[in-house]
């Protein structure tokens, strides 16, 4: 089977994607036993380093296995396999491995793997887009990335159950790219205005009107960063707002929590933390994003790319 | 039910990617340098300089690693033969291990489909003896498509094959694209001056 390939994408800034992206990862593969290769399409390569740690960042960007190399390779010409960027056994779930109750009756335990990002992936995609840019053509720098990033992904086979692409902020052209070839897209949202009238720019005028790829059964909202306390009433106002807005909401919700923010700064390779040692009280929350987010890529029927 | 891959040259690309997302996860159990890297080359068209018989490794892949506190390096070369289910035979065992006079380790790589239980579980058996005789790896699989389900069934012995043979094989063999990526890679590990 190949890949289900899910989008973690907003519009806005500082609304915890790759703290999603990150927790669907580790819930999937923890306790689904799920082959999943993260995709970090974001210059702020906050996920990468999560995921592989400042020194292996590094060392991942010096073996040339960053999806920074891959596009910098497209800018010129030259051809590079995109399964030939991934960094295996990144320490998502090494640090987990101890006490692991995968439920899933996979014969291989779960594994993330990552094709991680660089701050200059932005001058890579700069180049890119200077290479396939046409006066007549606004959209042809993202028709042809995704061409290319189809075609990377069909090279990886079956190697993975999931493919999940952690996108900057805004519409860059490998996010357009990544959300035109994604089977699903889901939105982290935090409950204030600019974040619900974001969301809705997000999709009336990035999916709907420039790539033509919106479609309601495909999409799903997560609130993330929710505070308990304050604002009650506006707060049921926002969702309401959501909620007729046409948007599915997950059941899933992420606090903000000190433990959420602590699990970011991912300790050790070498700590062997348990799942739920290293999510504290949010551990159930994560379990269950990962079941509902599993529930609904089963139901989306695949694109043909 | 997994269809035969017929031409030999479509399994290049899926041993590459097996290296690459698979392979190198099994090798950092056994050895398990954080930063193990390999770097895979697609070798079949690319003739020695000196001619001969049976010095086209299909693929072959260079696995570059450093210790953290016992100062050591690993530096393997890695050669894969690759065959097709019908054109799996003794021969090609024999050939996988005429490629580690270039390599510091020889692997015959071959799909496991086709023909019947009875048939393969003999070849596979006679092949498997041959190879352990000679210190080939085995490696086989039944879908191309599915890197994780590949199975290693016998890791080689390491050849006596040294590390001027290997580096001039990288040199004369592998794409330029993936030399930049070694060189680039050593560099971090501290191997050549900035």
């Not at chain 2, 450093?66 to 393997?76: I, S, Y």
Request: hydrophobic residues 40%.
């Amino acid at each position: 089977m190949p890949a289900k390939k899910l989008c973690i994408a907003s519009m806005k800034g500082g609304v915890g994607k790759s703290t999603t992206a990150m927790m669907i990862a580790d819930s999937l593969a923890y306790f689904h036993g799920a082959q999943v290769l993260l995709i970090d399409l974001d210059p702020q390569a906050n996920c990468s380093q999560m995921l592989l740690s400042y020194s292996g960042l590094k060392q991942a960007s010096s073996a040339k296995n960053t999806i920074t190399y891959w596009v910098d390779c497209l800018a010129r010409g030259v051809q590079a396999d995109l399964f030939g960027c991934v960094s295996v056994g990144v320490c998502g779930l090494q640090e987990v491995r101890m006490g692991s109750r995968a439920k899933s009756g996979s014969p291989l335990p779960g594994q993330i793997a990552a094709i991680p990002s660089t701050p200059t992936l932005r001058f890579a995609e700069m180049a890119f887009d200077h290479k396939h840019f046409d006066p007549g053509d606004r959209a042809r720098p993202r028709k042809q990335m995704t061409e290319f990033l189809q075609t990377g992904l069909r090279k990886l086979g079956n190697a993975y159950d999931y493919v999940i692409f952690d996108c900057p902020p805004g519409f860059t052209t490998l996010a357009q790219a990544a959300l035109s070839a994604a089977d699903g897209i889901i939105t982290p949202l935090f409950d204030d205005p600019v974040s619900v009238w974001s969301l809705k720019a997000f999709r009336d005028f990035g999916l709907v009107e420039e790539l033509e790829v919106w479609d309601k059964d495909r999409h799903r909202v997560i609130y993330t960063r929710v505070q308990e306390k304050g604002g009650a009433s506006e707060k049921i106002t926002l969702r309401q707002d959501v909620n007729l807005s046409g948007f599915t909401v997950l059941k899933s919700s992420i606090k903000d929590t000190v433990e959420a923010l602590r699990w970011s700064q991912r300790s050790a390779p070498d700590s062997f933390k348990t799942f739920k040692d290293k999510y504290g009280p949010t551990a159930s929350a994560v379990e269950q994003l990962g079941a509902e987010v599993a529930a609904f890529a089963k139901k989306l029927p695949e694109k043909n790319i | 039910m997994v269809e035969e891959v017929k031409v030999e040259r479509d399994l290049y690309l899926a041993t590459m990617r097996f290296v690459s997302v698979s392979f190198i996860a099994r090798l950092r159990e056994l050895s398990p340098l954080p930063n193990l890297q390999a770097f895979p080359s697609n070798t079949s068209l690319a003739a020695g300089a000196e001619g001969g018989q049976w010095t086209r490794p299909d693929v072959a892949a260079l696995v570059l690693g450093r210790g953290r506190f016992v100062p050591h390096w690993r530096a393997d070369l890695h050669t894969f033969e690759v065959k097709t289910a019908s054109g799996l035979n003794e021969t090609a065992v024999h050939e996988a291990n005429a490629h580690g006079r270039f390599s510091n380790y020889a692997w015959l790589v071959f799909q496991a489909v086709g023909k019947s239980c009875v048939e393969s579980d003999l070849v596979a058996r006679k092949i498997t003896r041959l190879a352990s005789h000679l210190g080939v790896g085995v490696i086989h699989f039944e879908d191309p498509e599915s890197p994780h389900a590949w199975k290693i069934e016998l890791w080689p012995k390491r050849t006596g094959t040294d590390a001027s043979t290997a580096d001039r094989f990288v040199a004369e063999r592998f794409d330029h694209e993936m030399r930049v990526k070694i060189s680039s890679n050593l560099r971090a590990l501290g191997w050549l001056e900035e």
